[in-house]
């Protein structure tokens, strides 16, 4: 299955956008990750996406950034 992971953080308004837009039938294949907490910060890091805006998708190691370009790939993985 394809690894889907979407990177945000707390009071991001692109972020949160993203969240309550997310296309039906993701369950159990998307993972949220939390950019401010340690796990999540050393996450982004592996992708090397510190210092970028998020929120940002990686979809088996390709990287999506902006709100509109996310939503629409989750939509085509639907």
Known sequence: MTEIILFTKPDCQKCEYVKSHLP????????????TEA????EAAYYELLNK????LVVDDEVFEGS???????????
Do not use: M, Y
């Open 68 to 78: 509109i370009l996310i939503l629409n790939k989750l939509k085509e993985l639907v």
């Open 39 to 42: 796990e999540g910060l050393a």
């Open 53 to 56: 805006n998020l929120p940002i």
């Open 24 to 35: 039906e039938g993701l369950d159990g294949h998307l993972r949220l990750v939390n950019t």
